[in-house]
């Protein structure tokens, strides 16, 4: 919020996504302060996956708790829900739904992941994947040198970073120094072509094998379902 007033940045909106477990007085206050800065709006996490969660960590009193808390305090027509539509895979009777792994979601084991599965049905299956290969065609504009024209969508965080969206605070924070991307520093069309050079090369080097272990993982809750059924 200082950031953005002492550099007088015009904002549009903000938009938050949270699992809603946490609703404090400094969260109150700091949502009191971002709402004077431009309109607000809360996306509560409603997948599968934050579903689970919260029943097996015993938050589901706490949550609704805290969405009537937050309706009082700012009012419905600013809560919004969220889902995994975007991130989920769809397989003829199967959903595998894909965790980003960005955050805290780095910290979700493998062991942890098979526990969640023995929750769902068996044409829900949770599996963790790098959501830069999950959405490699979104997050890489293209330049066309004969127009001077950058096609595809920029995101640029508060500090001048060129950054891909679903990245967390703490990547936005360090990934940029790996392909200099600061607007501020070598300019809006530099940093594009850094960022953008760079992700070629990360998908060049990696693509392959992030996809392949993705369709592992789904071959074999298949063949799990498959024999089960036998």
Not at 11 to 29: A, D, E, F, P
Not at 194 to 207: A, M
Request: with cysteine; proline share 3%.
């Amino acid at each position: 919020i200082q950031i953005i007033k002492t550099k007088g940045i015009k904002v549009h909106n903000i938009r938050i996504i949270s699992n809603g477990t946490v609703l404090n007085r400094k969260v109150v206050n700091a949502l009191a302060k971002l709402s004077a800065v431009a309109p607000l709006s809360l996306s509560l996490s409603s997948d599968v996956f934050h579903a689970v969660e919260l029943a097996r960590l015993d938050l589901l009193k706490k949550w609704f708790k805290n969405i009537e808390t937050f309706q009082k305090k700012f009012g419905s027509d600013i809560l919004q829900w969220s889902d995994a539509d975007d991130s989920c895979l769809r397989i003829g009777e199967d959903n595998f739904i894909c965790i980003l792994e960005t955050g805290r979601a780095k910290t979700l084991t493998k062991q942890r992941i098979r526990e969640l599965n023995g929750f769902l049905n068996e044409h829900f299956h949770i599996v963790v994947f790098d959501p830069r290969i999950l959405y490699r065609d979104k997050i890489v504009p293209s330049y066309q040198p004969d127009t001077n024209e950058v096609l595809g969508d920029i995101y640029v965080d508060v500090n001048g970073n060129v950054v891909p969206w679903n990245m967390s605070y703490e990547e936005e924070d360090e990934e940029p120094s790996k392909y200099s991307s600061n607007i501020n520093q070598i300019g809006l069309l530099n940093a594009i072509l850094h960022y953008r050079d760079y992700y070629t090369d990360y998908f060049d080097g990696i693509e392959e094998s992030q996809l392949d272990e993705l369709e592992a993982l789904i071959r074999q809750r298949i063949f799990d379902k498959e024999t089960r059924r036998i």
